[in-house]
């Protein structure tokens, strides 16, 4: 079965040796909305590793933030950290190597290259646009590990006010209060939330250790407050402008140690922020240019101690990071058939550290990243159309003056024989730019480290078939991914020591068996060459969604989904491997709408598995939820 899929992939990546970049023809795809965003396809159209998961909360489930809608999606992990941040996993992708953004703007990832999903609201998101395989020049430089792209909602014109509640157990609480409208010429939206949680419980067959007696989950309270707003509006008839900003708040935020170690640790003052300024000006009917200023920054103090009751101060650090960037882009549609865009991307991070070691006194660090890109679509008639891209990157830094160059090429065929299939191929070369940390750092830093390198091949088919008399929906890909250049400590530096191919394949199943029944099931596989001298931890070689929506009488609906992973490979504090067993989580839920008002309950983990994200950090056991929304 492996030998099969490998040969099959590489003879695939062997089409596509060229180094280009695809990510299935949606990545490489950007479609305009209001003002601009670079999205995927539609989620009917979408093939090869594209997914597109709409937020539904309190339908399908009762997500409270990014992290959480992750959790049960094959191929993709989703797990703690060893700071209570989130690891996130593409195919075996590390989070510093996965581009997060929202509407097509990158979020600051920090001195530590890893944007925290647990603290990333989803009250105004209303799509999820994951991009596994090859991505496009559009989206920037480092996405060697794929995109993750949330995509905003839009103001209606029929409503003005949205509240939102949802509780869950042990005081886990969201209080959610917006208000937006979309006018003639313009639109607005204001948010607001409260998140709250007095710390997970534990499933009840957890087995206690020296650090960690069960029950409610040491150490993992938080409040978090988010504000968040903006307007858009028609300028001069033709031009249309747009200003975002928010921020997020966490007065104090106690994190949990891994239960074989004793650490008692928190944050004060976390805080995160942006803004953002956004224009399409048209300049004829085929042409427009699109421009996006955007500030991202983000800050904390963080304090270890040498008890439980955080009296013994061992460790006061603090934080400070931002991004600065520019994004113009220019598309011409020059016929029916072709369309070019052209643009640059120019990013400043700066980080600065103070703490009770090394670093005495604020030390700061910049680095500089430039990219020219450029992308023609063309499509050969009604059936077949191309993708090629191409970004070209340059960095600096205040240790390494000098610019390096990279070429980011990418290339991607779509070709739909008939109205009921579609396929695919795709090939790209992209980077991941070492992290502050992994450059900067006084212990282990290396201002010369190269950035890591991916070629991606990816194939991809979608079709629609009649089985029994009922519509099916059948998907699937095979990727394969040559990795080099991975950083990693060694010598107590940062270097460039490691390589892995990795390559496997995932399925999707959608079908009605019944009038009230929609069905859905997704399979991936991800493995990779035993002479890879790297090892692919958190992310499982199977994994499986099972989901079902059933229409109940009274209009309420009943969601059932079941995800499987399994055995995993985890680092502890040492270094050292373990493996993780495999488990089945089983969640119910209950939804009744009508005109203004939807009301939910659900239960979670319904048969109390007990089992770890990551060595040492179990997840919750047993949990349920339930909450209401209105809009008026």
């Known amino acids: 079965m492996k030998q099969a899929l490998l040969i099959l992939v590489a003879s695939l990546s062997a089409v596509c040796v060229l180094i280009g970049q695809n990510t299935a023809p949606d990545s490489l795809k950007q479609?305009?909305?209001?003002?601009?965003?670079?999205?995927?396809?539609?989620?009917?159209?979408?093939?090869?590793?594209?997914?597109?998961?709409?937020?539904?909360?309190?339908?399908?489930?009762?997500?409270?933030?990014?992290?959480?809608?992750?959790?049960?999606?094959?191929?993709?992990?989703?797990?703690?950290?060893?700071?209570?941040?989130?690891?996130?996993?593409?195919?075996?992708?590390?989070?510093?190597?996965?581009?997060?953004?929202v509407d097509g703007r990158p979020l600051n990832s920090g001195y530590f290259g890893n944007v925290d999903l647990n603290n990333i609201s989803l009250a105004d998101i209303k799509d999820v646009v994951v991009i596994k395989g090859p991505a496009s020049s559009l989206y920037g430089t480092g996405t060697m590990g794929g995109v993750v792209n949330l995509i905003t909602r839009d103001p209606s014109r029929d409503t003005w006010i949205k509240l939102g509640v949802t509780a869950k157990r042990n005081n886990t609480n969201l209080f959610e209060l917006g208000s937006a409208h979309s006018f003639d010429a313009w639109n607005y939206h204001l948010y607001a939330s409260r998140e709250n949680t007095d710390g997970i419980v534990v499933s009840g067959s957890f087995e206690p250790t020296g650090y960690e007696n069960g029950g409610v989950r040491n150490n993992s309270h938080k409040t978090a407050y988010t504000l968040n707003g903006g307007v858009n509006f028609d300028f001069l008839d033709y031009h249309e402008l747009g200003f975002t900003a928010g921020v997020t708040y966490i007065g104090r935020k106690e994190i949990p140690s891994s239960i074989f170690e004793s650490k008692y640790r928190l944050y004060r003052d976390w805080q995160k922020s942006q803004a953002t300024a956004m224009g399409v000006f048209r300049l004829d009917p085929v042409t427009s240019l699109n421009t996006m200023f955007y500030y991202d920054n983000a800050s904390d103090h963080y304090f270890e101690y040498n008890d439980p009751h955080y009296q013994y101060l061992s460790v006061d650090s603090m934080m400070k990071n931002y991004t600065l960037g520019f994004n113009p882009r220019l598309d011409w549609q020059s016929s029916d058939a072709t369309k070019f865009s052209f643009g640059y991307r120019g990013e400043i991070f700066t980080s600065n550290r103070k703490d009770n070691g090394n670093y005495?006194?604020?030390?700061?660090?910049?680095?500089?990243?430039?990219?020219?890109?450029?992308?023609?679509?063309?499509?050969?008639?009604?059936?077949?159309?191309?993708?090629?891209?191409?970004?070209?990157v340059s960095s600096t830094s205040d240790l390494v003056p000098k610019p390096d160059w990279h070429f980011e090429p990418a290339v991607g065929i779509y070709y739909e024989p008939n109205r009921q299939s579609t396929l695919s191929l795709s090939c790209g070369y992209s980077t991941a730019y070492p992290t502050m940390r992994q450059q900067f750092s006084y212990e282990h830093g290396n201002p010369d480290l190269k950035p890591q390198t991916a070629i991606k091949s990816e194939f991809g088919v979608s079709r629609q078939v009649i089985l029994l008399g009922k519509d099916v929906s059948l998907g699937g890909s095979l990727y394969y991914n040559r990795t080099r250049d991975l950083i990693d400590e060694y010598q107590n530096l940062y270097q460039n020591i490691y390589r892995v191919d990795s390559y496997g394949g995932e399925l999707n199943l959608m079908l009605k068996p019944l009038p009230r029944l929609e069905a859905e099931a997704s399979y991936a596989y991800l493995s990779y060459r035993q002479d890879s001298d790297y090892r692919l931890t958190e992310s499982p070689q199977n994994s499986v969604e099972l989901k079902g929506r059933y229409q109940l009488p009274y209009k309420v609906v009943l969601n059932y989904s079941a995800s499987y992973k399994d055995i995993r490979y985890s680092q502890d504090s040492a270094g050292r491997y373990r493996v993780l067993d495999a488990y089945w989580v089983h969640n119910l839920q209950l939804s009744r709408k009508w005109k203004a008002y939807r009301v939910y309950f659900g239960l979670e983990n319904i048969f109390d598995t007990d089992y770890q994200s990551e060595w040492g950090f179990p997840e919750a056991g047993i949990n349920f939820n339930v909450g209401c929304q209105i809009e008026l």
């Open 360 to 392: 005495l006194t604020w030390t700061g660090h910049q680095m500089m990243l430039h990219q020219l890109f450029g992308q023609m679509e063309h499509s050969f008639g009604s059936k077949l159309k191309t993708t090629g891209s191409l970004g070209i």
């Open 31 to 101: 479609y305009q909305l209001f003002p601009i965003r670079v999205v995927a396809d539609l989620p009917e159209q979408t093939i090869g590793g594209v997914v597109v998961k709409p937020i539904l909360r309190g339908e399908t489930d009762s997500s409270m933030n990014l992290r959480e809608v992750f959790e049960n999606i094959p191929g993709i992990s989703s797990t703690y950290g060893s700071k209570d941040e989130s690891n996130l996993r593409l195919r075996g992708f590390r989070k510093n190597e996965v581009k997060i953004m």
